[in-house]
């Protein structure tokens, strides 16, 4: 079977939820899956234009939390309706508190955050880059000082059948195991 290119998979893909401010201080937050790490302290997004990228371009600021299997129905409905309409953040029941670093929002339901000051906007072809200024995680998905991805259980997004997988386990050790090789 041959794909066309824009039917070609490229996986993994985040589920990411971004948070921010608007004019008026209200919560907004969009399930964008076109981002990635992209440097050391440094996230960036594939973005059309959004409420939130009408917000970020106010505030300057925005939040990412990681989604995850106990937040798929949140997660959700933060890609299937528009904040132009609708309180997504009332509407979908959540609890927020303002990023001690950022202004932007912290949602509470999400066990892991980072908090992000715009270093560059391109409005024509919606690449928005972030500088991550600090980062909040739960104490449940700590292990031994760090993040445990088994405790937090993100999600990815598969774009060949629309649905949400959970990240698997761990299948090799970085930087080690391919030096068998060398």
Not at 128 to 134: D, E, S
Request: aromatic residues 8%.
């Amino acid at each position: 079977m041959e794909l066309t290119g824009e039917n070609s998979v490229i996986t993994p893909e985040g589920v990411f939820i971004i948070g921010t401010y608007d004019e008026n201080g209200t919560p907004n937050a969009m399930n964008a899956a076109w981002g990635q790490q992209s440097g050391h302290g440094e996230i960036t997004f594939f973005l059309g234009k959004h409420k939130t990228t009408e917000n970020i371009k106010k505030t300057n600021a925005f939040t990412v939390a990681m989604a995850t299997k106990e937040t798929v129905l949140i997660s959700d409905y933060f890609g299937v309706e528009t904040g132009k309409n609708v309180n997504k953040i009332e509407k979908a029941g959540v609890h927020v508190h303002k990023s001690s670093h950022v202004n932007a929002p912290i949602i509470e339901e999400y066990p892991m955050t980072l908090e992000c000051e715009v270093k560059s906007w391109d409005d024509e072809a919606g690449v928005l880059v972030g500088r991550i200024v600090a980062s909040q995680v739960d104490d449940s998905i700590i292990t031994d000082g760090k993040v445990d991805l088994d405790k937090m259980q993100p999600i990815m997004y598969d774009a060949s059948t629309n649905t949400y997988r959970l990240i698997g386990p761990v299948v090799g050790k970085a930087f080690s195991d391919g030096l068998k090789l060398k």
